[in-house]
């Protein structure tokens, strides 16, 4: 190598150590100008917990680890109430709300119609509420005494009395914390009628979006003059990721969402707010730490802790009230039905082990061809250990079907059922998020359907089987699904027009105990009778225009 070669290679290997130390040295001086923001500004933390369902104890949950199924102990209330006290202990400036689904969805809290919550969450120390879609489970005069009797406010934007119009709770709340205003709004899903029966929420009108939502955001950010707003909303991961891209939202800094479980590890980040979810069934605290100087957010910090009761031990007094809560209930609900030597579990977006258990109950008991349920997302696992089979309890039917309702049966012809298919299939995997209603894919059993998700609206069916045999458009099908209170009498599962319509003399509950008592241990799988290539077996999650997976 000569001599000018020699000289150019020594003087390119130093600019490259310069540059490299000038990089290090601009990170340095950022990471020290943020550390400076943070030890001058106002810390302010906020506490999200949502969709609890009822739960008041630890149990299985599960989790998505290196491509493989895994569940792990997470949970309970009292053990919430211990990491809240551990974070206030941290930073006084916490404030803690739920985000609604709170009162729904275990046997405790169904067959209290919800009064045993007042106690408990009074004394969990809650700044907040906001009812979600299931609030109304128990009839508008219980949700209202239940939310009252929390003594926390609860805040609504569109929810009202259906006779005078007027707001059944507060559109907005106000929290000033070290001269930092925070103003906080609660929307819930106008949908509410139409998801849940329609005779729980009976003497409740609700408005949409479009109805004084922007005209709220700009009196709260006006005229209450607040330097950070927040949407606390329940209607859905993918409403909520369009809602912080929409210009309604241009003056909100996040939006607390709620609804469809989804855990959220770093916030989703719209055009103009960014959208957080903190999972279900009291299994997640979704902590944001805001620093405020001069009424401006200068740095932010967001973190999904899991409620490890290893790492929060239980709250002695709030662990006593759950007891004292359970205790009329409990002989009851902790008696054994059955027991399965496969997990159940019911999170994959198209089908799962415990829906079918369920609707293979429904076909054995009626006869039909076809047997249908909703596509709820909520139920804790149920998981066998050490090789010995698991006990199902009512405690864990009421967990898999929070509302126990009489069985349906009618008959309806394959083009029927494949419209109601197709209508269902766009409801779970619309493109357009505002498209999407409620929760995963309807499940069924006697039936096999091939499809595919990413297809327009009315195309996505690719092939369905009954028994075996290419559905026929002309030929009519007996089908089953639970009574909705408030439908239409020949409607089943959403599906209209349905012959011969007979509500049968027993109850979902009922069908499922006398199966398992019959066909005990079960061992349900997963056996490809709802099935999407794009999908795969094991899709938690699909949310249009994010990165975002479910872990």
Known sequence: MNFKKRIKKISLLFSGVIAIGLFASCKDVEKKDQENNKEKATKITILQTADIHGQLDAHPELFWENEEIVFKERGGLAHIK???????????????FDGGDLIQGSGYAALSEGKIFPEII????????????????????????????????VIVQNMFHEKDKKELFPPYWIKEIEGVKLGFIGINDPDVP???????????????????????????????????????????IFKQVELASNPIAKDV????????????????????????????FGSFVGKLNLYFKDGEIVDEEYELIEVDPKKYPADPEIAKLVKEAKAPYKEHLETVVGYTTTPLYRYLTAENPMDNMITDAARWKTGADISISNGFRFGNPIVPENGEPA????????????????????RASGKQIKDWLENEMHNAFAQNPTERFGGWLVRFSGMEVDFNSQNEK????????VNGEEMQEEEYYTISACVRPGDPIDNLCRMPNVKDVEVKDYTIHEVVEEYLQKNSPVSPGLDGRSYCEFLGEKSFSTVPGTNYEFH
């Open 82 to 96: 211990t990491l809240f006290e551990k974070e206030r202990a941290n930073n006084p400036n916490t404030v803690i």
């Open 122 to 153: 009074k004394n969990m120390d809650y700044d907040l509420i906001v009812p979600g879609n299931w609030e109304v489970v128990y009839g508008k005069k219980i949700m209202m005494d239940v939310l009252q009797g929390f003594e926390t406010p």
């Open 194 to 236: 139409v998801r849940q029966n329609p005779i729980f929420s009976k003497g409740i009108d609700f408005s949409g979006l479009e109805d004084g939502v922007k005209e709220l955001i700009q009196k709260v950010k006006k005229e209450e003059k607040v330097d950070a707003l927040f949407l606390v909303t329940h209607f859905g």
């Open 253 to 280: 800094d996040y939006i607390f969402g709620n609804d469809t479980h989804e855990r959220v590890r770093q916030p989703i980040k719209g055009k103009y707010a960014k959208v957080t979810e903190p999972g279900a």
């Open 391 to 410: 006990p199902i309890t009512r405690a864990n039917l009421w967990n898999l079907l929070p509302v126990n309702e009489k069985i349906k049966t009618g």
């Open 458 to 465: 009315g195309e996505r069916i690719q092939s369905v089987t």
